[in-house]
T-cell receptor, first 115, second 108 residues
Framework: NAGVTQTPKFQVLKTGQSMTLQCAQDMNHNSMYWYRQDPGMGLRLIYYSASEGTTDKGEVPNGYNVSRLNKREFSLRLESAAPSQTSVYFC??????????????FGQGTRLTVV | RKEVEQDPGPFNVPEGATVAFNCTYSNSASQSFFWYRQDCRKEPKLLMSVYSSGNEDGRFTAQLNRASQYISLLIRDSKLSDSATYLCVVNPTDKLIFGTGTRLQVFP
């Protein structure tokens, strides 16, 4: 069972470079999310997609763009990387929000360093 | 004020101890609540959902107080393997919001 697959697992960028983090899920989930995790800050929501065809900003969207390519895939793009974007990025998906039984499944994370 | 607040800890407890974590949330319209566990440098994984009537799963008990907008997690008979960060998660509208996590270290 693949679950949620994120690529790449590690990346080093120079300031100003661009890159796209890829995420795919094979569980037929409606909702997908991108989070970043920094020491002492917990997981902060960057963008989310409640269903195919919709995307919304989370808590920290500045400097990022997203694309919900289809129901399976949700990508995160850094157009011009900055050192402040050094973080661990997690993609997640869930069946449906607003129920007690909604479990979010996470990818293994992307460790991004911007120098 | 953050939407979901937790005491960051760390909580250092001996094996066999009982430990409780608390979490408060600000959005009264929140509908679903969860506790996730995260091991060092790994992705978070669901520990348990929190139901309105409270629920138990082995050594773990979760409680919800909607009036006070408060969630708790109780771990009984702590094991070394319980050492991890415990994340409170709230589901207002159509997104999942995480607390900063509470770190637990169980020592022999």
């Amino acid at each position: 069972n693949a679950g949620v697959t994120q690529t790449p697992k590690f990346q080093v960028l120079k300031t100003g470079q661009s890159m796209t983090l890829q995420c795919a899920q094979d569980m037929n989930h409606n909702s997908m999310y991108w989070y970043r995790q920094d020491p002492g800050m917990g997981l902060r929501l960057i963008y989310y997609s409640a269903s195919e065809g919709t995307t919304d900003k989370g808590e920290v969207p500045n400097g990022y763009n997203v694309s919900r390519l289809n129901k399976r895939e949700f990508s995160l793009r850094l157009e011009s990387a900055a050192p402040s974007q050094t973080s661990v990025y997690f993609c997640a998906s869930s069946e449906f929000y607003r129920t007690e039984n909604t479990e979010a499944f996470f990818g293994q994370g992307t460790r991004l360093t911007v120098v | 004020r953050k939407e979901v607040e937790q005491d960051p800890g760390p909580f250092n407890v001996p094996e066999g101890a009982t430990v409780a974590f608390n979490c408060t949330y600000s959005n009264s319209a929140s509908q679903s609540f969860f506790w996730y566990r995260q091991d060092c440098r790994k992705e978070p994984k669901l520990l348990m959902s929190v139901y309105s009537s409270g629920n138990e799963d082995g050594r773990f008990t979760a409680q919800l107080n909607r009036a006070s907008q408060y969630i708790s997690l109780l771990i009984r008979d702590s094991k070394l393997s319980d050492s991890a960060t415990y994340l409170c998660v709230v589901n207002p509208t159509d997104k999942l919001i995480f607390g900063t996590g509470t770190r637990l270290q169980v020592f022999p």
